[in-house]
């Protein structure tokens, strides 16, 4: 069992993602079993991720800090573990840990406009306001970056939400490979502190 769902059945596309798996990790993550009941469509997803931030400056550690600030307040303790851990080997574990406690002091003030945004965001997108947007043009980003950062978080948001509501839980092993700041700020039944 993936969650609530059987293993799905086999196939050259679910094969290729498994593979990928394992020369990436070395081993085959629960999210990469859950999405081979559709490999198409998790290739695609992440193919309009990459294209929606590829023309601007959000660049690997603008977009952890996006995912980390996403899928903490969101409540997804996959992606939390995930990206904190990638966010820790760019901006170090307690910045990491900070961030997915909801504190960005750590950060620049381009990276905390980034993650209020995507808190706001992840929390209550109808809710939003332009001078939400004000923190954001203050510390830089062009309009097109900041619908190419919404977008970004929205896409995230869409794939957190299939793994949860299908009950894809943390790999023990991604668990074990976080640095401890990291997994301290990720509680094991994913709500958001």
């Given at each position: 069992?993936?969650?609530?769902?059987?293993?799905?059945?086999?196939?050259?596309?679910?094969?290729?993602?498994?593979?990928?798996?394992?020369?990436?990790?070395?081993?085959?993550?629960?999210?990469?079993?859950?999405?081979?009941?559709?490999?198409?469509?998790?290739?695609?997803?992440?193919?309009?991720?990459?294209?929606?931030?590829?023309?601007?400056?959000?660049?690997?550690?603008?977009?952890?800090?996006?995912?980390?600030?996403?899928?903490?307040?969101?409540?997804?303790?996959?992606?939390?573990?995930?990206?904190?851990?990638?966010?820790?080997?760019?901006?170090?574990?307690?910045?990491?840990?900070?961030?997915?406690?909801?504190?960005?002091?750590?950060?620049?003030?381009?990276?905390?406009?980034?993650?209020?945004?995507?808190?706001?965001?992840?929390?209550?997108?109808?809710?939003?306001?332009?001078?939400?947007?004000?923190?954001?043009?203050?510390?830089?980003?062009?309009?097109?970056?900041?619908?190419?950062?919404?977008?970004?978080?929205?896409?995230?948001?869409?794939?957190?939400?299939?793994?949860?509501?299908?009950g894809a839980r943390p790999d023990d092993r991604l668990r074990a490979d976080a640095p401890a700041a990291v997994r301290d700020a990720v509680p094991r039944d994913g709500r958001s502190r």
């Amino acid at each position: 069992m993936i969650g609530y769902l059987a293993d799905p059945p086999s196939s050259a596309a679910s094969d290729a993602l498994a593979a990928e798996d394992v020369a990436d990790v070395g081993y085959v993550m629960n999210l990469t079993r859950l999405w081979s009941y559709q490999p198409d469509a998790v290739r695609s997803l992440f193919d309009l991720t990459r294209a929606v931030t590829a023309e601007t400056s959000l660049d690997f550690r603008r977009r952890a800090i996006l995912v980390s600030a996403t899928a903490s307040t969101f409540g997804d303790p996959y992606c939390s573990l995930a990206w904190g851990t990638r966010l820790a080997g760019v901006a170090g574990d307690d910045v990491a840990g900070a961030v997915l406690a909801g504190d960005d002091s750590g950060l620049d003030a381009a990276e905390r406009a980034l993650a209020g945004w995507a808190r706001k965001v992840a929390r209550s997108p109808h809710a939003t306001t332009e001078n939400d947007v004000g923190p954001l043009r203050e510390a830089g980003f062009s309009d097109a970056e900041i619908f190419a950062a919404t977008v970004f978080v929205a896409l995230r948001l869409a794939f957190s939400t299939v793994n949860n509501a299908l009950g894809a839980r943390p790999d023990d092993r991604l668990r074990a490979d976080a640095p401890a700041a990291v997994r301290d700020a990720v509680p094991r039944d994913g709500r958001s502190r």
